[in-house]
């Protein structure tokens, strides 16, 4: 798979033949590592926080293969053929009546389904962004979706979160004073409000409305991507953004990769008649009616909700066993978030400690992390670094708090004159 | 699915309330019909040889679902992660193992899997095309491709085809008049060569060479498109495209929509080191671990190879009745192709009769297909139309069939002074 081959040191022998008929946006990218170049760190005895996998025990294969014998048994062939048969249909259902659940106004005509949430999110790019066109993210932010922008030749501009997530305030002054000053306005804002990837924040209703009314004023598209709001261990639901979208200029993004299995991919764009419409005219080619087919069966009666809340609980215990692993073991100069649900701690390492150069020692000392600097559009970062709790043990979260504490400590030492 | 959504009418209420939000190249297709338009045509009681869909007795679900079992059995929750487990990986061996077998010089480094050719081929789309780029592809052609080539806002020119396929001399006519005239040259030229869609003409040998010299003159990547390669029904191999390059410029896309099923929606980019590792960075996402898995078994273990046997005879009994029924009861003055091979003859109506008006009377008597104009990039191909006898059993496409000849005689009568 290309995605687990490392592509950061692949450019030695640049520039390739075909360069020059890439486009201006490709080209600028070339050298600089690609979508799934996160992947490439190294250390295979170390305790692995670094990536968002779910861990592989949750997967439900029994019953998605129960799923598959029920569904041909069901309808045969329609499955297989293009469009899907009757459970393929049942899953667009099925999504929209787990997001009226939500407070959103919908029915399966406003679920556009794709081959996952980040083939959703570049759809949704592809239908409005161009080479120049300006967008707004969390900073920092899904490294995957910044490499999708890249190729689109668009300039990003993030924006720091805080523990109400996306510092709003921050984006209003933006907005006014390009306004003011007649540089350009962003098309499109992407924001992950709920659990967001990297940080675990989440965004809190006062600037959820402000948001929404910011996107009114200047005139821009908010894309939700709610990949992981199915999975909350502590405090109150917040309304998504669409729930509390009056003028149809949220796009919905959402998955089963965390809910099921990654290896389903299978996600969704929901939003209103329009832009949807012509939005699905970009999604190029079909999508994989036996997986929906699958998972229609699956959502409707072979057991999702029962899998979701033991999700729920497993993901709870392993969330707070993270926090208390930090608590006990991190040396008090650091900082972290506090995350509701999803998969995400956010660490600030102690001043001066810069987490891409740190990385080494971690993985000799038995923990790997993503440095923080991947998740910004810029050159911010240095001094974070995101843990995903969602896929090792309890024991071996712990082990690696440990040695990420140890590597931290020696850090600190050096760092002090001596 | 949005693809089985008629989209042509759909657009009475535009603009719409974002329309100024898409890219130049959407608003420019605003109000046309949309990726799956093609789907729409309402005519529940005739035989339909409109669409390229495989007979779905030809679907092996009970070996699929057994491959899944066994998967799972095999490797537990590996199958399901990001990257997935060893049949994911043999999926692009067996790929590549059966490109060698074709000529092709690869390894499954060379292969880059996709959800489906049209994915793959809106990838390579990404890579190369940016807003004003020209692309030449064959009229008439797939019309997903035209549709898709359509959001990248590009200027694409069609060449003719005859019984050897793309008119070779036309193109490389076409690019030294540009040359001399100082026009601009084309980026990519996307080609069927093997039992092209919708013709079901094959390009060749003599032609595939010089189009690859012309590619290498004037600079080009060659975007080959070999949906079809494995169902050849009569006549000689002729090689790949890709076979015969020796530069690097073809790019090359499968899929198993044709010899598995469409639901199983994967397929993939084979190409050179360069330009595929650029390439498979705008692959924005991963792909379906738990199809690609399935589909590794059932090409290692699982009975492939003897399922595409089966479909070659089951097809070939099909290709030579819909030929049959055209000799049988169409008019002298209509004519149409001989493939060896894929799912599609393309009809050319007698002299006058427009194939998009006569396609109600066609579904009164009994029967629909595709207009031709729908596989031109311009305003060509009123004459012409595609027959599909990959769908329907035998007595019904020779009703289907009487129906044509029905229509058409019909339309004949008319079409002359009284």
Redesign the interface.
């Known amino acids: 798979?290309?995605?687990?081959t490392p592509?950061t040191d692949?450019d030695g022998g640049r520039p390739?033949?075909?360069?020059h008929?890439?486009?201006?946006?490709?080209r600028d990218?070339?050298g600089e590592a690609?979508?799934?170049s996160w992947?490439a760190i190294d250390a295979p005895d170390a305790v692995s926080l670094s990536?968002g996998?779910?861990f592989?025990?949750?997967?439900p294969?029994?019953e998605?293969?129960a799923a598959?014998?029920a569904v041909?048994e069901a309808e045969?062939?329609?499955?297989?053929?293009?469009?899907?048969g009757e459970y393929?249909?049942r899953l667009?259902e099925a999504i929209a009546e787990r997001e009226r659940d939500r407070g959103i106004d919908c029915d399966a005509g406003n679920v556009?389904?794709t081959?996952?949430?980040?083939?959703a999110?570049?759809v949704v790019a592809?239908?409005?962004?161009?080479?120049g066109d300006h967008v707004f993210v969390e900073a920092p932010t899904f490294m995957?979706t910044l490499?999708?922008f890249a190729?689109y030749g668009v300039e990003v501009a993030g924006f720091e979160t805080d523990d109400e997530g996306l510092d709003v305030g921050a984006v209003a002054a933006e907005l006014e004073s390009r306004t003011a000053e007649g540089r350009p306005l962003p098309?499109?804002l992407y924001t992950i409000p709920t659990f967001q990837n990297p940080t675990g924040t989440t965004l809190s209703r006062d600037r959820r409305e402000r948001l929404l009314d910011l996107a009114e004023e200047y005139?821009?598209?908010v894309v939700e991507d709610d990949a992981y709001g199915d999975l909350r261990y502590g405090g109150d639901d917040v309304a998504p953004l669409k729930a509390l979208d009056e003028?149809?200029?949220v796009v919905r993004v959402g998955t089963f990769s965390k809910t099921v299995?990654?290896?389903?991919?299978?996600g969704w764009i929901l939003g209103d008649d329009?832009?949807l419409?012509?939005v699905?005219?970009?999604?190029?080619?079909?999508?994989?009616?036996?997986?929906q087919?699958v998972l229609g069966y699956y959502c409707t009666e072979g057991g999702f909700e029962g899998n979701v809340a033991e999700l729920r609980a497993a993901y709870e215990k392993r969330r707070d066993h993270i926090l208390a692993c930090l608590d006990d073991h991190m040396p008090e100069a650091a900082e972290w978030t506090d995350p509701d649900g999803g998969f995400f701690v956010w660490v600030e390492l102690p001043e001066g400690i810069d987490a891409e150069e740190l990385l080494p020692r971690a993985a000799d000392e038995g923990v790997t992390y993503l440095p923080g600097e991947m998740f910004f559009p810029d050159d911010r970062g240095e001094n974070g670094l995101r843990l995903s709790f969602s896929y090792v043990s309890l024991d071996e979260m712990e082990r690696g708090i440990e040695a990420l504490a140890r590597a931290t400590r020696s850090a600190l030492r050096e760092r002090r004159p001596r």
């Open positions: 798979m290309a995605e687990d592509t692949d390739g033949a075909f360069d008929l890439f486009t201006p946006a490709v990218g070339l690609g979508y799934g992947r990536f996998f779910p592989p025990e949750s997967f294969n029994d998605l293969a598959a014998e041909f045969g062939g329609a499955a297989m053929q293009y469009g899907g393929a249909d667009a556009l389904l081959n996952g949430a980040t083939h999110i570049d592809h239908a409005f962004l161009d080479r995957g490499k999708l190729n098309k499109l005139d821009f598209v003028t149809g200029r299995a990654p290896g389903v991919r299978t329009e832009p419409d012509t699905g005219r970009i999604r190029a080619g079909g999508t994989n009616t036996f997986t087919s």
